[in-house]
């Protein structure tokens, strides 16, 4: 592998780029291609955010919005009980009175960005120590925010680019009335399962249709996207619209060791026991798996993509590519005089992250919330800080408080999701388990949290005792003085309380050495604005970028492995595997073989830049159709978090064309095909 | 819980007994009964010791052994492959030229015990630094071992007990050519899989059948059991003969504190890594799941046992019994000028264990094989070793190439086991992703072992290349000289020579710091046989012991647990959970259902003091007849390990009635069951 060709060279499909300074030179180089204003608009206001963690994309005028089957599982899990199972089972709404509305999901739709790094900065004077500087930039930020909010109505968010580099404003558009219209059963959403996902070639049917509506009545959506009819042909130009959620690009060479030897294994140790407890929790019953699932599933994939970017970090070859390019930028540094404040920015962000290191341990088990682990600590701990917070100035409050997003958290805080005691528990028995083996037993905090019982006790108590499983509870706990909470008896709220003195100090520490690092990553970013020219995109930040790339297949140990698989391929693996779980088909794909056009291309891969939270992202041509939907990335993908390469990494989606054959044939879904295509329109 | 009540009364079932020292005593006291010498040497030599871990027993004059399925396991994995899947399928001989004989498998039966402590305390002079002290106890050991070898012809092993408080020798009649009979399918054996391991009430029927052979002929056995016919009783006394592994009871406080904090939360670390790892291997195809079987329930299974110790370390009211009577010792200690010398054995261990705790970690990854772990690097690492070893007198070599053990090293060294290059290396790259995360990927040994590459890449190249896979060629490498060794190209030996100088400096540190804790245990032993007037039994040692005990059921969240479930349970269960995975019932069992008599007993539970390594013990009456076979203990019995409790800890068995019952109308084993039943003697 070339290291610095792929460094510095402009004709790779690199990129998630921000829809306010898009890829223009580069589209036009490679590909003879110049978005428009209105074809960058239409594109970024069809796209939507799912809070809940993924993408997805308007695709009819009535509000029908294409998403990930695993980024609906949120909600799918959330409205599904022992009777109802529809994470299995599936469900298709036949009239617009049966679609059903979740719990606590929130959309959001990007309508304009502003920078306001200016402003931002303003407010941050020089020679500030950095624990001023982080409460003037956290003050400026959510006075900006509440502002915005006033003059617009719209959720406003000032989002943090090329790690403090630059600001922007970002507006949104919320729904917050989202309906279920249809979900796949998770046996074709997600076929292959684990040993498939982050795999290639794919077999997946991970869709799910939602509707938003305003007040009562379907969404009327001016920007949705057409539907194509032809899916996409091999090496065509597609682009992806969605919001990646964190990448590492931009970290020093420095801070990617600490990733890979101290903070990758930690977070693997952590996710590993979470798997076997819910893996055993979940071998119980079916009634027990149906519980943990959408949480079993998620610590799987965590712990997939971390292990991917693990064996990425653990790779000589690139590993040399980030020191040569650190290097390369270092010496420019060097050899410019304009460059002469970046020169000890590497320093300092080592210098500030050995300070984090040193108590990364203990802010993981308390102010991460792995020591409580559960649902009902998490409640209660916000609870408990809402109360105290709103005791203080906007500006002064942690940044989750802000007036501006509270909204937000109250609907989260107040969903009737459903709460499974014997899950809570072995959580909360696990997590106590854990905090105990971290600290030690005998350490102070231990001791408050355990109140001199064994963790198994301790949780059993705190679970079946506690009130803040009542919605109406949380209500009557989140009108309290603080003087009041003080003298709540409830055991769960206690223990938040008990603990919060030392969690917030902790946080403080990183919030101040984060400020350190986040000056000195500014003024690297300078220095790679004037190295390369102004080219640059920012690290991701769960916010709307535009990735574009290529369709076409690579090469594995010497085998090609094609561009895209076919409805036919997905029988033939189930064959294979005689049908076994993880490869079995649900009854309706048995049944319905016959029906079906086995010819009907299924997943395709591209070159496209993408990363976790592009789950659910729309595939467009050039035309801005939707041609396909991104629902996963190969397992050489997982690199992508730290350095993006296009020799075997491939971005992984589903085409438009089987989910149109499927809903006729599979699900007698024919008018949810028919609106998709336009019919309605 | 009353503390000191508990550790000083002698009316509990406590105690994993010497056959050369019965608890006369408590049998007497308690229940009346006497042993006589007979009654002793008859169960003594009808006990067999499983070397792959476990316990048997002769049952017919012709040779028959029973076991647990699980402890058969090992025997079972080997000979089976992708057509012939033993584990899932069950085997029966129907005739003796049908039983399969095992690859590796070694029986030890115990014929007679020795006093040798003064011998080697003689050879152990007074005020011999920790070193010298270690190297001549290894050195008298190895030459007690070798005369008796010489001797006897028997197997020759000196047995530490009492923590070093004594020496026995014990020989053992060795069996080689051991072959499978019977083995039931996996599916009834672990009925219930991970999520009812170590619980009641149970429905397993977890045995095996094999049968000794000396001279290609079965073998005449004069000691074996008699088949009860009426099973067992409540409240009756029982007996149970085996091999319980390792227990921690004599620890001081401090050993138990290090076990809490440190040694158990890392244990489970690497366990839950593992236990990952090969339920993500497992997933990949039913061919995986086959290969993986053994390895995975065997993590698993200790996974379980080890969060179940730990919930007892971390229950405080058990750590208090624990202390409490640790002080009591200590007073009596202190008070007595007869044992001034042992009043600082306690900061003694503490001290020794502080140095073997603070390189613990590379102690677990170089000499205890984590860091590459895998079946082919122990081969080459066996390998390496032997050559070594063998340029040195017997008395200075590693313990486990002392010659008297050779004929069983060679025997696992070369056996014909199938070995899975995809299975090895997903473990390899695991392994090797571990040492580089534990130590830092920079770390000169993981430089050494990694030589440059990523773990994923080193681990493919080292077990694709390597010829320790092949019998032949190990045996080749076997014979070299020293020299001849090291210019070997292998790389897999290459790999273990490169680290081996590592290796043997931590276990020597090790090794010379047990001395050091060995002799201050004597010590507390010494101060033990005074405080209990010699009514002691030294801690578990994976050597035969007897143990007692009442057949009782137990109460349970304010429940009655019966002493015993039913065949109609069973079935019960099974429509409970839709005979879903792990709660479904193999074919043969939902067929022969009819012909069952349902009301016969399965499953019951005693106080018997037990532990791991106790699977397979035979269960006898007053009269010595074989009633049934452990296989399992409850949840609350995995605190054995530290101390002995009868509120809610039991030994689970199998009842000897079923076995025939099953044998008769589900395998249609008749001849099987009449030789059990003594219808050929």
Same mark, same amino acid.
């Given at each position: ?6 460094? $510095? ?34 594109? @970024? ?117 090329? @790690? ?29 399962? &684990? ?56 970290? $020093? ?128 701990? $916000? ?128 919030? $101040? ?18 190295? &390369? ?30 561009? @895209? ?117």
């Amino acid at each position: 592998m070339v290291m610095a060709l792929v460094e $510095t060279q402009t004709w790779s499909d690199e990129g998630m780029w921000l829809f306010n300074e898009p890829p223009r030179k580069l589209l036009k180089e490679k590909y003879d291609f110049e978005p428009d204003a209105a074809w960058l608009e239409h594109l @970024q206001q069809a796209s939507v955010r799912f809070n809940s963690g993924g993408s997805g994309s308007f695709v009819s005028e009535d509000g029908l919005i294409i998403s990930n089957h695993h980024v609906g599982a949120d909600a799918l899990q959330k409205f599904s009980d022992q009777e109802h199972n529809y994470m299995r089972d599936g469900f298709y709404a036949r009239s617009r009175s049966e679609e059903k509305k979740c719990l606590d999901l929130e959309l959001n739709v990007l309508m304009g960005i502003e920078d306001v790094t200016g402003r931002v900065n303003a407010a941050v004077k020089e020679g500030l120590s950095a624990e001023a500087a982080f409460a003037a930039r956290r003050a400026v930020m959510a006075e900006i925010e509440k502002e915005s909010l006033a003059a617009t109505g719209l959720r406003s968010d000032v989002v943090t680019l090329h @790690q403090g580099g630059s600001y922007h404003l970002y507006r949104f558009k919320k729904y917050t009335d989202v309906r279920l219209v249809f979900a796949p059963e998770q046996q074709i959403a997600f076929y292959g399962g &684990d040993p498939d996902n982050f795999e290639y070639p794919r077999f997946d049917l991970d869709i799910c249709l939602f509707r938003a509506y305003e007040n009562g009545e379907p969404a009327k959506v001016k920007h949705h996207l057409k539907w194509s009819q032809k899916g996409v042909s091999e090496n065509e130009l597609v682009f992806v619209s969605g919001h990646p959620g964190r990448t590492s690009r931009q970290f $020093t060479v420095a801070e990617l060791e600490y990733q890979r030897d101290v903070r990758m294994p930690y977070a693997l140790q952590w996710l590993h026991r979470q798997e076997v407890l819910l893996n055993v929790f979940s071998g119980r019953s079916t009634e027990h798996a149906r519980r943990a699932r959408e949480l079993y599933f998620g610590v799987q994939n965590s712990r997939k993509a971390r292990e991917g970017m693990l064996a990425g970090l653990l790779d000589p070859q690139l590993f040399a590519r980030k020191q040569a390019a650190e290097k390369r930028l270092r010496d420019i540094v060097a050899g410019n005089p304009d460059l002469r404040d970046c020169q000890n920015a590497w320093d300092q962000i080592q210098e500030a992250q050995k300070i984090i290191g040193a108590q990364a341990r203990e802010f993981n088990l308390l102010e991460g919330g792995q020591g409580f682990s559960c649902t009902l600590f998490s409640i209660a701990r $916000t609870l408990v800080r809402s109360v105290e917070e709103r005791t203080k100035p906007g500006g002064e409050r942690l940044r989750e408080f802000r007036e501006s997003n509270l909204a937000s958290l109250e609907m989260e805080l107040f969903s009737e999701e459903p709460l499974y005691e014997n899950l809570e528990q072995a959580r909360l028995e696990d997590a106590l388990t854990w905090l105990a083996q971290q600290l030690g037993y005998a350490h102070p905090v231990a001791q408050k949290a355990l109140q001199g019982r064994s963790p198994r006790a301790r949780a059993s108590d705190l679970v079946r005792t506690t009130q803040v499983k009542e919605v109406a509870f949380r209500k009557k706990v989140y009108e309290l003085s603080l003087a009041e909470l003080k003298q709540c008896t409830d055991p769960m709220i206690q223990l938040a309380l008990a603990v919060d003195a030392e969690a917030r100090a902790l946080r403080k520490v990183v919030e $101040t050495q984060d400020e350190v690092k986040k000056q000195a990553y500014s003024r690297i970013a300078k220095a790679r604005f004037t190295a &390369d020219k102004g080219s640059i995109y920012p690290d991701a930040t769960f916010t709307l970028r535009l990735a574009f790339g290529t369709v076409k297949g690579y090469e594995e140990n010497g085998r090609e492995v094609p561009f @895209q698989t076919t409805l036919a391929g997905l029988y033939e693996r189930a064959a294979e595997h005689q049908q076994q779980p993880p490869f079995n088909l649900p009854q309706r794909w048995i049944d319905g073989k016959p029906k079906l056009n086995l010819a009907t291309p299924f997943n395709f891969v591209s070159t496209a830049d993408i990363i976790g939270g592009n789950s659910g992202s729309p595939v467009v041509n050039r035309q801005g159709e939707f041609v396909g939907i991104i629902f996963d990335g190969n397992i050489q993908s997982l690199v992508l978090d730290f350095l993006y390469t296009d020799v075997q990494a491939r971005a992984v989606s589903v085409n438009c064309q089987p989910i149109i054959e499927a809903l006729r044939k599979i699900y007698e879904a024919g008018p949810l095909a028919d609106e998709l295509l336009g019919a309605r329109q």
